[in-house]
């Protein structure tokens, strides 16, 4: 019998240990339900076997970060329903338009990104380390998720992956693999959040992206794929994957391909300001919970948001 499976790839940095981080990511997660549904959260509420949280940071970081920092602020985010006029300022803030032309700077230019800030100049050497592969890093992380995916799969489970930042690249790229190089089949419904796949410097580099045949160049086990950015999400220059990746749709690789940018608010904020980009607040997003929530239910097949 099938069943629903969620799985959860985080983006980049380390994350609290993985037991922990799992549970405060289900946490966000019924609640962004709730936002939606109410009556829905409260069914999915038992359903925590369900979520598979990918934790390859572990591997690739070789640390942790301490949850104790996360909950407070957590505990904040699951108590705020709407944005402030402070979260609005600072989501469209000079800053954020700054670190926009920056970003875009070095995605246009690559040779740019050693005179970038400190913190892009990082934040392009980790994502480099992965697609390098450095010490067979990439291929590991790719690993644990297959782990996990495959015998989904076999099993004809419904699937929706979930891959936020970095995350949403290594799940296209265990896609890749498992379809193109290991002849994996079924069908799963691919949720992006804050997503860079539309970025030239990530896309060129992608598995499959190296002159071969056109359709085999993309995976061919992405059912419908939805991509949410927020509001003032600098880590995503270019939210509209049906554009990027419109020959998905023309060769039927993809049922639907859908953006959604426009009035989404990642509400989180620590004492560092507000962060457009962390996880949580995404997770707890009414955008977010509809779709999660239109997916789970009984033939519930479309993520429509709007719903």
């Not at 936002?35 to 070789?62: I, K």
């Not at 992608?206 to 002159?211: C, K, P, S, V, Y």
Request: hydrophobic share 40%; glycine share 8%.
């Amino acid at each position: 019998m099938t069943s629903k499976q969620i799985i959860f790839v985080p983006g980049k940095s380390p994350k609290p240990e993985e037991a922990q981080h799992s549970k405060l990511l289900w946490r966000t997660l019924v609640e962004g339900v709730r936002r939606a549904d109410s009556a829905f959260a409260d069914t999915l509420q038992d359903s925590y076997a369900q979520f598979h949280l990918v934790d390859w940071n572990d591997l690739y970081y070789h640390s942790h970060e301490d949850i104790s920092t996360d909950i407070p602020w957590v505990d904040v985010l699951i108590n705020k329903h709407e944005p402030t006029e402070l979260d609005i300022r600072e989501a469209n803030s000079w800053r954020v338009w700054l670190s926009r032309v920056l970003l875009t700077m070095g995605d246009d230019i690559p040779l740019l990104i050693p005179l970038l800030p400190e913190d892009v100049r990082s934040a392009a050497d980790e994502i480099g380390r992965y697609f390098d592969n450095t010490d067979n890093v990439g291929s590991e992380v790719r690993g644990l998720l297959k782990r996990t995916l495959r015998p989904m799969l076999e099993n004809q489970d419904d699937v929706l992956l979930i891959g936020h930042s970095l995350g949403s690249v290594i799940a296209y790229d265990t896609l890749w693999e498992l379809s193109r190089q290991e002849g994996v089949k079924g069908r799963l419904d691919f949720l992006t959040l804050g997503s860079p796949l539309g970025m030239h410097y990530i896309k060129h580099r992608l598995l499959g992206m190296n002159g071969q045949g056109v359709e085999e160049s993309y995976p061919d086990l992405i059912r419908h794929w939805i991509n949410l950015l927020a509001e003032g999400d600098v880590v995503a220059l270019n939210s509209h994957f049906k554009e990027s990746f419109h020959q998905m749709l023309e060769m039927g690789l993809v049922e639907s391909i859908e953006d959604y940018s426009h009035g989404i608010y990642n509400l989180f904020r620590s004492d560092e300001g507000l962060d457009c980009h962390r996880s949580y607040g995404y997770m707890v997003s009414p955008a977010v919970g509809n779709i999660i929530a239109d997916w789970w239910k009984p033939f519930g097949r479309s993520m429509d948001k709007s719903r």
